[in-house]
């Protein structure tokens, strides 16, 4: 306690660390008092139907990544996923489409033109998904809407409105990313998540000790055990790294000759889990297509509609994780080039001992990274499926979702991921933070081997 206190105080001491924090509360802040915006012509206090709509299943988790803005029929009531959704189509276009390729190329201008393209078919995409939670709502909550109301004028206003609402959370996410602290869209996610965290906690304290049977307190400390346990287990997935060294020679002259000798030898820190939480948001923004879906036909009969809605199901929880591990392989392979870190090595007179320079220590590194990503992928598809475990020992759905999951993950990798730029700050400044003293370790990580 007395280390972090000494943090918090050498944090408000750096002028510009300090004008972040703000910045990113400030944000924050904006982004939390908007979820409880109403849509014009709604009534919150007759949402019963859409907030028992919300309480389970995948509708739930859906809830969470808005931070209770879905239930709330609020302005930002379709948060970020619209935006993620587009990023996973130009990821892939990234990859398949010769003319996308040729612009991820392009450096920092091909990088603006991408997100010029990612942000017009985010707008397309909340076109769409604005009418079908529109007509949701309508479905689940009519008495909410004012008497007398025509449909068409409300429909039109507010499909506009919802649309302008996610497209202002993602302003708000670039300018915690460009001016405040940790990067913007995952924290306001994770700010989601956690506004529903307290509620839930609550909620499962209230059941244990009201249970006539079901272990009340003994049970309740099993529970923060297991959740200890996992938290502690992501925590190290996500730092835990293979050092590859390089060794880098250096040019002496001799007799009049060039000659190289050995030089300073640094290390690669490979990460298990490279890709970090983008594969499971990703993966989590693909399984919410079958909500969209359901919003335009209005039948949820079919066994395998039902499967796909509910995540507790086996169908649900095999395609999640199969999802998930797929694009940890595609954002490891887009985000490490072994090719080019081969190259920029070569170019620096650096080496892999025992490895000769060019293909074959772009085919070494290649073979490192899948052998870390086959047993991170495994490993945070497991722990991502976790609150079906959870509901066995019937944890309350709403606070299973924290037992792994993706609640649970995102809250891991971005506190890390904030943590770390904190310390950064820090660090230039000649100021100790808490990563120093052994809470996460950016730099050194733990060894995967």
């Keep these: 306690m007395k280390k972090l206190i000494e943090t918090l105080k050498n944090c408000w001491k750096i002028e510009d660390l300090r004008t972040r924090i703000l910045v990113t509360i400030a944000f924050v802040t904006i982004y939390r008092f908007g979820s409880f915006v109403v849509l014009p012509g709604i009534n919150p206090a007759k949402l019963n139907e859409m907030r028992e709509q919300t309480s389970t299943g995948l509708m739930s988790l859906l809830d969470m990544f808005s931070g209770g803005a879905f239930s709330n029929a609020s302005i930002f009531a379709l948060g970020i996923m619209p935006y993620i959704s587009a990023s996973i189509v130009m990821q892939l276009l990234a ?24 942000r017009v078919l985010t707008v397309f995409i909340l076109l769409f998904q604005a009418p079908s939670y529109l007509m949701n709502l309508k479905m689940q909550s009519a008495g909410a809407l004012a008497s007398g109301l025509d449909w068409t004028m409300f429909m039109i206003p507010s499909t506009i409105i919802l649309a302008a609402g996610s497209m202002f959370i993602l302003w708000l996410g670039e300018r915690i990313t460009d001016k405040g602290i940790g990067n913007g869209i995952s924290m306001i ?3 989601g998540i956690v506004a529903r965290f ?39 997935l996500t730092q835990a790294v ?23 030898r640094q290390y690669i820190p490979l990460k298990l889990f ?27 009969s079919g066994w395998l509609v039902q499967n796909l809605m509910n995540h507790t199901s086996w169908l649900y929880n095999v395609i999640f994780a199969a999802l998930i591990i797929a694009f940890t392989y595609f954002y490891t392979a887009i985000t490490l080039n072994p090719t080019q870190m081969s190259e920029d090595m070569k170019r620096n007179n650096g080496f892999i001992p025992g490895i000769k320079p060019g293909k074959p220590t772009a085919d070494f590194i290649e073979g490192v990274m899948s052998r870390l990503t086959l047993p991170g992928s495994l490993f945070i598809a497991f722990i991502a499926i976790m609150p079906v475990f959870a509901r066995l020992l019937n944890v309350q ?24 730029q904190v310390e950064t700050h820090l660090t230039t400044r000649h100021y100790e933070g808490l990563l120093n003293a052994g809470h996460v370790r950016s730099q050194r990580g733990v060894s995967a081997y």
Aim: proline share 4%; charged share 15%; aromatic share 10%.
């Design 95 to 118: 990859v398949a489409v010769p003319y996308f390729q040729k612009m991820q190329r392009e450096g920092e201008s091909g990088r603006k033109k991408i997100m010029w393209y990612t």
């Design 189 to 191: 996610i994770m700010i």
């Design 198 to 236: 307290i509620p839930a906690f609550v909620q499962e304290i209230t059941s244990r000790f009201t249970a006539i049977t079901g272990g009340g307190l003994v049970m309740f400390i099993i529970e923060i055990l297991i959740l200890y346990a996992v938290v502690c287990a992501a925590i190290m």
């Design 242 to 264: 293979r050092r590859v060294p390089v060794q880098y020679a250096k040019r002496v002259e001799r007799n009049g000759r060039q000659t190289m000798m050995g030089g300073a």
């Design 274 to 300: 490279a890709a970090n939480v983008m594969p499971i948001i990703f993966a989590q923004a693909l399984m919410f297509i079958p909500i969209v879906l359901v919003s335009y036909t209005g039948d949820q």
């Design 397 to 420: 759905d709403q606070f299973a979702q924290f037992f792994g999951g993706t609640s649970l993950l995102i809250l891991v990798g971005v506190v890390i991921d904030t943590l770390q």
